[in-house]
């Protein structure tokens, strides 16, 4: 069975106008490579959007970017049910839960300091997430999870969920009809 998601993709002109060129690209991680050559994301290595939220993808890249051209990519994706891993499923959760003890994640943080990249990351769900691929070696192309991201300068007033992201793993799942969308700067 097909699964069809409308996803947002928060970027800047140049990169925009890059992908709709050239496709876009996704890195696969690696346990195998000496050194590694980027951090995961809080849900693996992957291109990252928001299902069916604009909003969210504009006011990520503001965020946590900078930017002073921001676009929004939609992008329409169809994914394989088997080839779909939802973290919002008990017993997906429960094979994360399981992976997710004090050792383990000592052995991946000292890994993960010896990586290039950004280690200012305090959460390694993305490093247990591609453990958890690697060592029960599934061929996943699209992850989700409901997640709680903190947009605005202002303290966090919940812990509740604001969007699912979605890390898409393989490009094949994005079909060829994505659009760039000009921000609107209206304030939420």
Known sequence: MIKQ????????TGSAENIMRE?????????????????????GMGFYAYDDSYQNA???ITKFHNIDDPKVLKLNLEVDEDKYLDFDD???????????????IQNLSRRYKSAKGDKS????????????????????DLISKKT?????????????????????????????????????????
Do not use: M, W
């Open 58 to 60: 504009l006011d990520f």
């Open 121 to 140: 990351r305090q959460c390694l769900d993305g490093l247990i997430i591609e453990y958890i691929l690697f060592k029960t070696r599934l061929d996943v």
């Open 148 to 188: 709680y991201t903190h947009f605005k300068g202002l303290p966090q007033l919940s812990h509740f969920t604001n969007g699912t992201e979605l890390c898409i793993k393989n490009n094949k799942i994005i079909n060829n009809d994505i659009e760039v969308i000009e921000p609107c700067t209206k304030e939420r």
């Open 5 to 12: 998601f409308q996803a947002y993709h928060g970027t800047n």
């Open 90 to 104: 008990p017993d997906n959760e429960e094979i994360f839960k399981q992976h997710f003890n004090v050792k383990q």
């Open 23 to 43: 496709g876009v690209k996704i890195k696969k991680y690696s346990f195998i490579s000496a050194e590694l050559e980027s951090v995961p994301g809080d849900l």
